[in-house]
Nanobody, 116 residues
Framework: QVQLVESGGGLAQPGGSLRLSCAASGFTFSSYAMSWVRQAPGKGLEWVSDINSGGITYYVDSVKGRFTISRDNAKNTLYLQMNLLNPKDTAVYYC??????????WGQGTQVTVSS
């Protein structure tokens, strides 16, 4: 059974940083692209970033240069390093299996709040 468990969310000040983790199990992690998706309060899903099995990354313009997606296949873990956070980054962040727009399994999400 596929499991994706996010952690690392919390409260950050504008300009601050957080690092999210997603622990994956129940499938061959190294064979799959992985994504981060977020949902701000009252808003729809926004695809944020993905990384393919070869380590090639993609970011939407709103986070490019601030966020870094990475993976450790030996640990079956996906990461999202978030720097220069602003209040518009406030959202529930989900990790999901597959490239952006091709996601079949999702984690439960972790809350990120950016506020003074």
């Amino acid at each position: 059974q596929v499991q994706l468990v996010e952690s690392g969310g919390g409260l950050a000040q504008p300009g601050g940083s957080l690092r999210l983790s997603c622990a994956a199990s129940g499938f061959t992690f190294s064979s799959y692209a992985m994504s981060w998706v977020r949902q701000a309060p009252g808003k729809g899903l926004e695809w944020v970033s993905d990384i393919n099995s070869g380590g090639i990354t993609y970011y939407v313009d709103s986070v490019k240069g601030r966020f870094t997606i990475s993976r450790d296949n030996a640990k079956n873990t996906l990461y999202l390093q978030m720097n220069l956070l602003n209040p518009k980054d406030t959202a529930v962040y989900y990790c999901a299996r597959g490239a952006l727009g091709s996601n079949d399994y999702w984690g439960q999400g972790t809350q990120v709040t950016v506020s003074s």
